[in-house]
T-cell receptor, first 114, second 112 residues
Framework: GAGVSQSPRYKVAKRGQDVALRCDPISGHVSLFWYQQALGQGPEFLTYFQNEAQLDKSGLPSDRFFAERPEGSVSTLKIQRTQQEDSAVYLC????????????FGQGTRLTVV | GENVEQHPSTLSVQEGDSAVIKCTYSDSASNYFPWYKQELGKGPQLIIDIRSNVGEKKDQRIAVTLNKTAKHFSLHITETQPEDSAVYFCAASKYNNNDMRFGAGTRLTVKP
C-alpha cells in the first residue's frame, strides 16, 4: 500500500481480555516503531524493530505488552490481560534504515478498555 | 534518556498572523529534530525536520530554527491559515533514529 496501515482502527476490550493490534508498514521500510499516545499527549515510544529483530523494547510498560515482526514486514502488538490504563491510541511508524529519515505514521488503533 | 519539553500547550492566532512553537531537549547527543502535524483521527505527519549541522531551515510558510548550545528548537509558521489548525509535535532523536522522543504537543487554532 501507499502508506502505513493499522488495524483495527478501533478496539473495545473488556478488562482482562487479550488484544492484538496489527501494523502493515510501507514496503521496503526496514525500521518499524510502536508508540502509545494517551489523550492529549505526545506519542510515547514503546518498541523498535529493524527487520525482524526487536532492537529496543525499553518503552514497553509491562510484561503484558509484547510485540513481534517475525518476517520483517507486518508487526503485531499484543496486550495481555488489558487494564483500563492501557486505553490509548497505538501508533505504528516505519522508516528506511538510513539514520534520521522520515518516520511515516499510520492512523493508529484506538483501544478502549472497559 | 532524552526529555523533550514543548510550549505553549495551546496557541490561538488570527488568520494571517504568525505562530511560534518552542521545544527544548535534554540530551546533547540528539541530532535530528522533526516536527509533526496531527489532525483529528489521523497519525502524525512530518512537516519539516532539521539536523544538527544546520541552524535554520525553511519550506514556504514553515521554518525551523535550532540552537544546539541552548538545546532548543522552534517552529515558525507565517501567514497562518485555518487549515493550519491542528496539534503540532516536536521530537528529538539521535543518529540511529530508533529512540525518537516527542513533546507533549501544541494545539494550534487559527481563527478566520
Amino acid at each position: 500500500g501507499a502508506g502505513v496501515s493499522q488495524s483495527p482502527r478501533y478496539k473495545v476490550a473488556k478488562r482482562g481480555q487479550d488484544v492484538a493490534l496489527r501494523c502493515d508498514p510501507i514496503s521496503g521500510h526496514v525500521s518499524l516503531f510502536w508508540y502509545q499516545q494517551a489523550l492529549g499527549q505526545g506519542p510515547e515510544f514503546l518498541t523498535y524493530f529493524q527487520n525482524e529483530a526487536q532492537l529496543d523494547k525499553s518503552g514497553l510498560p509491562s510484561d503484558r505488552f509484547f510485540a513481534e515482526r517475525p518476517e520483517g514486514s507486518v508487526s503485531t502488538l499484543k496486550i495481555q490481560r488489558t487494564q483500563q490504563e492501557d486505553s490509548a491510541v497505538y501508533l505504528c511508524a516505519s522508516s528506511l534504515l538510513t539514520p534520521n529519515t522520515e518516520a511515516f505514521f499510520g492512523q493508529g488503533t484506538r483501544l478502549t478498555v472497559v | 534518556g532524552e526529555n523533550v519539553e514543548q510550549h505553549p500547550s495551546t496557541l490561538s492566532v488570527q488568520e494571517g498572523d504568525s505562530a511560534v512553537i518552542k521545544c527544548t531537549y535534554s540530551d546533547s547527543a540528539s541530532n535530528y529534530f522533526p516536527w509533526y502535524k496531527q489532525e483529528l483521527g489521523k497519525g502524525p505527519q512530518l512537516i519539516i525536520d532539521i539536523r544538527s549541522n544546520v541552524g535554520e531551515k525553511k519550506d514556504q510558510r514553515i521554518a525551523v530554527t535550532l540552537n544546539k548550545t541552548a538545546k532548543h528548537f522552534s517552529l515558525h509558521i507565517t501567514e497562518t491559515q485555518p487549515e493550519d489548525s491542528a496539534v503540532y509535535f516536536c521530537a528529538a532523536s539521535k543518529y540511529n533514529n530508533n529512540d525518537m522522543r516527542f513533546g507533549a504537543g501544541t494545539r494550534l487554532t487559527v481563527k478566520p
